[in-house]
């Protein structure tokens, strides 16, 4: 039933096209013409992968970039206006420049405790023991009427309980350079910044891999999307000396008499 509706409409549209058409020819008016639709080219080959990939060193993604349109295929906009052609993907070169939001956060929490009790008890009594009489040089009993004895006993109690409760939160925005592309097309980023405020210094470095797909349209990621990332932030001046312990508690907590 839908198919006998719709081939209606289509043989009324054309009859209702015709009729237009004789009327604006016997009032000597312009006519639009149409143009013929297309049609695919079926004798075309599609592209080669194996041989863009040989091209572009082994890499798919470098080869799915450098693939040209199957010209077998009907494009969407050579017969639809309200077709909008899709967005090229986006590449990155070594060197470009990335913006990397630092939103790293991190809890630590452990408890620990030993109870540990040991006692121990020795006892020894010695019964026979020889000597040599150098009168006559012969073994004769060498114990007397007392017999040596000799007792040890100890005992070892050791208790101890630890805790550590550390909570960690760091916010940044770096700007990153694109050192490396490989031959996937993930980007190997590295940033640094110092920032030096009187007799302050604070001195970032990060490092880390991301994907290109990653990177938003206004050229950023986070960090929170790179791979092996590496964060390192070095303070010095006046306030980290303040706050730092001294060459004696530091000796004492390594040699641990306690």
């Keep these: 039933m839908f198919i006998m509706v719709r081939s209606f409409v289509i043989i009324l549209t054309s009859v209702t096209s015709l009729a237009l058409a004789q009327s604006a020819d016997d009032r000597g008016l312009p006519t639009r013409s149409v143009s013929p639709q297309p049609t695919a080219n079926l004798n075309s080959l599609p592209p080669n992968v194996g041989a863009l990939m040989r091209s572009n060193n082994g890499s798919l993604h470098r080869a799915t970039l450098a693939m040209p349109d199957d010209p077998r295929l009907i494009k969407a906009g050579d017969v639809s206006y309200f077709s909008i052609a899709a967005p ?27 109870d540990a009790k040991k006692e121990a008890a020795f006892d020894a009594k010695i019964q026979q023991f020889p000597k040599i009489d150098l ?11 007392t017999i040596p004895e000799l007792r040890l006993s100890g005992t070892r109690d050791y208790k101890n309980e630890g805790g550590t409760d550390r909570n960690d939160k760091l916010t940044a925005r770096l700007q990153a350079e694109v050192v490396d592309v490989k031959p996937n097309g993930t980007l190997v980023l590295q940033a640094r910044k110092r920032i030096v405020t009187d007799e302050e210094e604070q001195l970032f470095v990060l490092t880390g891999i991301c994907r290109v797909q990653d990177v938003t349209a206004d050229n950023s990621v986070l960090s929170t999307q790179l791979y092996d990332l590496d964060v390192k932030k070095n303070h010095s001046g006046p306030v980290r000396d303040a706050t730092k312990r001294g060459w004696v508690p530091r000796a004492i907590d390594w040699i641990n008499p306690f």
């Design 135 to 145: 009168s006559n040089f012969a073994l004769a009993a060498g114990i007397g009427a």
């Design 88 to 114: 090229k993907p986006k590449t990155l070169a070594k060197h470009d420049l990335v913006t990397i939001i630092v939103r790293e956060e991190s809890s630590y929490s452990s408890d620990g405790k030993a």
